[in-house]
C-alpha cells in the first residue's frame, strides 16, 4: 500500500523522479539519488518498496534482504566514487516511510557524522542563496549510469 501524501511513496508510483532514474532494485528495496537537487555526488537513498514506518514492522524477508542492498550499495559507491568513508543512516521524521541515507564522505568533507551533517545543511543553505551549485542532474544520471553497471557486473 502506497501512502498519497508520502514522499517515498510519491516517488514510487513514479509521481516524483529521482535524478538518474532507478539505480537497483530487489523484491522489497530499491536505490536512487537524493532527490534533485542533490548536495552530493553519489548521496543515494535506499527504500522500502511498500509503504512502512518503524523498522520492528518489516518483515522477516524484508529486514534480511536491507542487509544485501545496504552492502552492495556501499559497494558500488566505493568503486564508483571511492569515497574515504560511506555513512548510512535512518532518521524518518520528515518522510515517515522507512528510507536510509546513504552518503559518501570523500577526502575533501568534514570527518565525524555530525560534522558532515552541518557542512551538509550549510550547503543546501548556501545553494539556496544562490552562492554554491548543486549537483547536475547530469552528472546525477551519469552516476546512476556508473552504480547500476557496477551493480550489474559485480552481482549478475
Known amino acids: 500500500m502506497l501512502v498519497e501524501d508520502c514522499l517515498a511513496c510519491n516517488l514510487l508510483a513514479g509521481k516524483l523522479k529521482a535524478p538518474g532514474g532507478v539505480i537497483y532494485k530487489d523484491n522489497y528495496w530499491i536505490v536512487e539519488h537524493s532527490l534533485s537537487p542533490a548536495l552530493l555526488?553519489?548521496?543515494?537513498?535506499?527504500?522500502?518498496?511498500r509503504h512502512c514506518e518503524h523498522l520492528a514492522e518489516l518483515t522477516p524477508e524484508e529486514a534480511i534482504a536491507l542487509g544485501t542492498v545496504i552492502q552492495k550499495t556501499c559497494f558500488a559507491l566505493s568503486r564508483v566514487i571511492n569515497p574515504a568513508k560511506i555513512h548510512v543512516s535512518s532518521w524518518g521524521e520528515q518522510v515517515k516511510h522507512i528510507h536510509f541515507h546513504v552518503i559518501p564522505r570523500t577526502s575533501d568533507l568534514p570527518v565525524g557524522s555530525l560534522k558532515l551533517l552541518i557542512y551538509l545543511q550549510i550547503k543546501?543553505?548556501?545553494n539556496k542563496l544562490g552562492l554554491s551549485k548543486w549537483v547536475s542532474e547530469e552528472e546525477a544520471a551519469e552516476v546512476a549510469a556508473q552504480l547500476r553497471q557496477e551493480l550489474e557486473n559485480e552481482y549478475s
Open 41 to 49: 555526488r553519489g548521496y543515494l537513498i535506499i527504500k522500502l518498496k
Open 124 to 126: 543546501k543553505l548556501l
